[in-house]
T-cell receptor
Protein backbone atom coordinates (compact mmCIF):
# COMPACT_ATOMS: atom_id res chain seq x y z
CA UNK A 1 0.00 0.00 0.00
CA UNK A 2 1.05 3.54 -0.67
CA UNK A 3 1.28 6.34 1.90
CA UNK A 4 2.63 9.86 2.22
CA UNK A 5 4.06 11.73 5.19
CA UNK A 6 4.55 15.46 5.16
CA UNK A 7 6.86 16.66 7.89
CA UNK A 8 5.70 19.91 9.40
CA UNK A 9 2.08 20.96 9.29
CA UNK A 10 3.13 24.63 9.29
CA UNK A 11 6.16 26.25 7.72
CA UNK A 12 6.89 29.96 7.97
CA UNK A 13 9.50 31.76 5.90
CA UNK A 14 10.46 35.31 5.13
CA UNK A 15 9.82 36.77 1.71
CA UNK A 16 12.86 36.01 -0.45
CA UNK A 17 13.97 33.05 1.67
CA UNK A 18 14.27 29.45 0.58
CA UNK A 19 11.13 27.35 0.77
CA UNK A 20 11.54 23.68 1.69
CA UNK A 21 8.50 21.47 2.19
CA UNK A 22 9.20 17.86 3.08
CA UNK A 23 7.47 14.78 1.75
CA UNK A 24 8.31 11.13 2.30
CA UNK A 25 6.45 8.32 0.67
CA UNK A 26 5.94 4.62 0.98
CA UNK A 27 5.16 2.61 -2.11
CA UNK A 28 5.33 -1.04 -3.07
CA UNK A 29 5.65 -0.11 -6.75
CA UNK A 30 7.64 2.58 -8.56
CA UNK A 31 5.87 5.72 -7.37
CA UNK A 32 4.20 8.46 -9.28
CA UNK A 33 4.44 11.54 -7.04
CA UNK A 34 2.67 14.87 -7.14
CA UNK A 35 2.67 18.21 -5.39
CA UNK A 36 -0.57 20.18 -5.35
CA UNK A 37 -1.19 23.69 -4.00
CA UNK A 38 -4.48 24.91 -2.57
CA UNK A 39 -5.22 28.58 -2.03
CA UNK A 40 -7.95 29.50 0.46
CA UNK A 41 -11.42 28.44 -0.65
CA UNK A 42 -10.13 27.05 -3.91
CA UNK A 43 -9.53 23.66 -5.47
CA UNK A 44 -6.18 21.94 -5.90
CA UNK A 45 -3.73 23.01 -8.58
CA UNK A 46 -0.96 20.72 -9.76
CA UNK A 47 2.49 22.21 -9.13
CA UNK A 48 4.59 19.38 -10.50
CA UNK A 49 4.80 15.63 -10.86
CA UNK A 50 7.32 12.82 -11.03
CA UNK A 51 6.58 9.73 -13.07
CA UNK A 52 9.81 8.39 -14.55
CA UNK A 53 13.05 9.81 -15.93
CA UNK A 54 14.75 12.92 -14.60
CA UNK A 55 14.66 12.99 -10.82
CA UNK A 56 14.71 16.79 -10.60
CA UNK A 57 11.31 18.01 -11.64
CA UNK A 58 10.48 21.62 -12.38
CA UNK A 59 6.99 22.93 -11.92
CA UNK A 60 5.02 26.11 -12.10
CA UNK A 61 5.66 29.30 -10.12
CA UNK A 62 9.38 28.53 -9.71
CA UNK A 63 8.89 25.37 -7.66
CA UNK A 64 10.89 22.21 -8.13
CA UNK A 65 11.18 18.84 -6.41
CA UNK A 66 13.74 16.10 -6.38
CA UNK A 67 12.85 12.42 -6.30
CA UNK A 68 15.28 10.51 -4.11
CA UNK A 69 14.55 6.81 -4.17
CA UNK A 70 17.18 5.95 -1.55
CA UNK A 71 15.57 8.36 0.88
CA UNK A 72 11.98 7.75 -0.29
CA UNK A 73 11.59 11.50 -0.46
CA UNK A 74 10.11 14.08 -2.80
CA UNK A 75 10.77 17.42 -1.14
CA UNK A 76 9.45 20.63 -2.69
CA UNK A 77 11.69 23.69 -2.92
CA UNK A 78 11.65 27.24 -4.20
CA UNK A 79 14.75 29.42 -4.03
CA UNK A 80 12.96 32.65 -3.13
CA UNK A 81 9.57 32.83 -1.46
CA UNK A 82 6.96 35.30 -2.58
CA UNK A 83 4.00 36.51 -0.58
CA UNK A 84 1.70 34.89 -3.14
CA UNK A 85 3.15 31.46 -2.26
CA UNK A 86 1.23 31.41 1.02
CA UNK A 87 -1.10 28.44 0.70
CA UNK A 88 -1.64 24.80 1.67
CA UNK A 89 0.60 22.30 -0.08
CA UNK A 90 -0.23 18.62 -0.49
CA UNK A 91 2.12 15.86 -1.53
CA UNK A 92 0.42 12.85 -3.10
CA UNK A 93 1.32 9.41 -4.40
CA UNK A 94 -0.63 7.46 -6.96
CA UNK A 95 -2.37 4.44 -5.51
CA UNK A 96 -2.65 1.52 -7.91
CA UNK A 97 -4.52 -0.91 -5.67
CA UNK A 98 -7.79 -2.08 -7.13
CA UNK A 99 -6.66 -1.31 -10.66
CA UNK A 100 -7.85 2.28 -10.68
CA UNK A 101 -6.02 5.58 -10.57
CA UNK A 102 -6.35 7.05 -7.07
CA UNK A 103 -4.35 9.62 -5.15
CA UNK A 104 -3.17 9.22 -1.58
CA UNK A 105 -2.57 12.63 -0.03
CA UNK A 106 -0.34 13.68 2.79
CA UNK A 107 -1.82 15.72 5.62
CA UNK A 108 -0.69 18.96 4.05
CA UNK A 109 1.71 21.76 4.96
CA UNK A 110 0.52 25.30 5.41
CA UNK A 111 3.11 27.75 4.14
CA UNK A 112 3.14 31.26 5.59
CA UNK A 113 5.30 33.96 4.03
CA UNK A 114 5.99 37.08 6.04
CA UNK A 115 7.54 40.35 4.92
CA UNK B 1 -10.54 23.90 -22.40
CA UNK B 2 -8.45 22.54 -19.55
CA UNK B 3 -10.86 23.31 -16.79
CA UNK B 4 -13.08 21.44 -14.39
CA UNK B 5 -16.05 23.55 -13.35
CA UNK B 6 -18.30 23.04 -10.33
CA UNK B 7 -21.63 24.55 -9.41
CA UNK B 8 -22.77 25.95 -7.13
CA UNK B 9 -19.80 27.57 -5.47
CA UNK B 10 -21.59 27.69 -2.11
CA UNK B 11 -24.58 25.72 -0.85
CA UNK B 12 -26.46 25.92 2.42
CA UNK B 13 -29.07 23.25 3.09
CA UNK B 14 -31.16 21.89 5.87
CA UNK B 15 -31.05 18.28 6.97
CA UNK B 16 -34.34 17.52 5.22
CA UNK B 17 -33.43 19.14 1.91
CA UNK B 18 -32.48 17.47 -1.35
CA UNK B 19 -29.84 19.21 -3.41
CA UNK B 20 -27.33 18.37 -6.11
CA UNK B 21 -23.76 19.34 -6.89
CA UNK B 22 -22.65 19.51 -10.48
CA UNK B 23 -19.26 19.00 -12.09
CA UNK B 24 -18.33 19.40 -15.74
CA UNK B 25 -15.21 18.89 -17.83
CA UNK B 26 -14.63 19.12 -21.57
CA UNK B 27 -11.15 17.65 -21.76
CA UNK B 28 -12.33 14.25 -22.97
CA UNK B 29 -11.36 12.65 -19.68
CA UNK B 30 -12.94 9.28 -18.95
CA UNK B 31 -12.38 9.17 -15.20
CA UNK B 32 -14.11 11.48 -12.76
CA UNK B 33 -13.87 11.69 -9.00
CA UNK B 34 -15.65 13.15 -5.99
CA UNK B 35 -13.62 14.13 -2.95
CA UNK B 36 -14.67 15.50 0.43
CA UNK B 37 -12.36 17.90 2.21
CA UNK B 38 -12.85 19.00 5.80
CA UNK B 39 -11.11 22.11 7.08
CA UNK B 40 -7.34 21.77 7.49
CA UNK B 41 -7.43 18.20 6.15
CA UNK B 42 -6.43 16.60 2.84
CA UNK B 43 -9.10 15.57 0.36
CA UNK B 44 -10.70 12.17 0.95
CA UNK B 45 -11.82 10.14 -2.02
CA UNK B 46 -15.54 9.35 -2.14
CA UNK B 47 -16.30 7.96 -5.61
CA UNK B 48 -14.54 7.12 -8.85
CA UNK B 49 -16.35 6.91 -12.18
CA UNK B 50 -14.67 5.04 -14.99
CA UNK B 51 -16.18 5.42 -18.47
CA UNK B 52 -19.39 6.68 -16.89
CA UNK B 53 -19.69 3.67 -14.59
CA UNK B 54 -19.25 3.77 -10.83
CA UNK B 55 -16.02 1.92 -10.12
CA UNK B 56 -15.12 2.85 -6.57
CA UNK B 57 -17.32 3.77 -3.63
CA UNK B 58 -15.20 4.39 -0.59
CA UNK B 59 -17.87 3.28 1.87
CA UNK B 60 -19.75 6.54 1.50
CA UNK B 61 -23.17 6.78 3.27
CA UNK B 62 -26.17 6.37 1.00
CA UNK B 63 -27.28 9.95 1.65
CA UNK B 64 -24.67 10.79 -1.00
CA UNK B 65 -25.69 9.50 -4.42
CA UNK B 66 -23.41 10.04 -7.41
CA UNK B 67 -24.50 10.08 -11.01
CA UNK B 68 -22.59 10.32 -14.29
CA UNK B 69 -25.10 11.13 -17.06
CA UNK B 70 -22.41 11.39 -19.74
CA UNK B 71 -18.66 11.57 -20.13
CA UNK B 72 -18.55 15.31 -19.36
CA UNK B 73 -20.88 15.56 -16.40
CA UNK B 74 -20.78 14.30 -12.84
CA UNK B 75 -23.44 14.96 -10.25
CA UNK B 76 -23.60 14.36 -6.53
CA UNK B 77 -27.12 14.15 -5.15
CA UNK B 78 -27.53 14.99 -1.51
CA UNK B 79 -30.38 13.95 0.75
CA UNK B 80 -30.92 13.97 4.51
CA UNK B 81 -27.41 15.18 5.23
CA UNK B 82 -25.99 15.74 8.68
CA UNK B 83 -24.15 18.82 9.96
CA UNK B 84 -20.92 16.80 9.97
CA UNK B 85 -21.24 16.52 6.18
CA UNK B 86 -20.40 20.20 5.92
CA UNK B 87 -17.20 20.40 3.90
CA UNK B 88 -15.64 21.43 0.61
CA UNK B 89 -16.64 18.95 -2.11
CA UNK B 90 -14.11 18.67 -4.89
CA UNK B 91 -14.55 17.14 -8.29
CA UNK B 92 -11.60 15.94 -10.34
CA UNK B 93 -11.02 14.27 -13.68
CA UNK B 94 -8.18 12.37 -15.32
CA UNK B 95 -7.64 11.11 -18.85
CA UNK B 96 -8.18 7.51 -17.93
CA UNK B 97 -8.98 5.62 -14.76
CA UNK B 98 -6.44 2.94 -15.46
CA UNK B 99 -3.13 2.76 -13.67
CA UNK B 100 -0.99 1.72 -16.59
CA UNK B 101 -0.96 5.07 -18.27
CA UNK B 102 2.15 7.17 -17.76
CA UNK B 103 0.72 10.66 -17.55
CA UNK B 104 -2.49 10.45 -15.65
CA UNK B 105 -2.71 13.39 -13.32
CA UNK B 106 -5.97 14.52 -11.83
CA UNK B 107 -7.36 17.96 -12.60
CA UNK B 108 -9.41 19.49 -9.81
CA UNK B 109 -12.34 21.86 -9.88
CA UNK B 110 -12.69 24.81 -7.48
CA UNK B 111 -15.07 22.95 -5.21
CA UNK B 112 -18.47 23.52 -3.67
CA UNK B 113 -18.53 24.74 -0.09
CA UNK B 114 -21.41 22.89 1.55
CA UNK B 115 -22.95 23.90 4.86
CA UNK B 116 -25.60 21.67 6.44
CA UNK B 117 -27.71 23.33 9.11
Amino acid sequence: AQSVTQLGSHVSVSEGALVLLRCNYSSSVPPYLFWYVQYPNQGLQLLLKYTTGATLVKGINGFEAEFKKSETSFHLTKPSAHMSDAAEYFCAVRDVSGGYNKLIFGAGTRLAVHP
Amino acid sequence: DTEVTQTPKHLVMGMTNKKSLKCEQHMGHRAMYWYKQKAKKPPELMFVYSYEKLSINESVPSRFSPECPNSSLLNLHLHALQPEDSALYLCASSPTPRTGILYNEQFFGPGTRLTVL
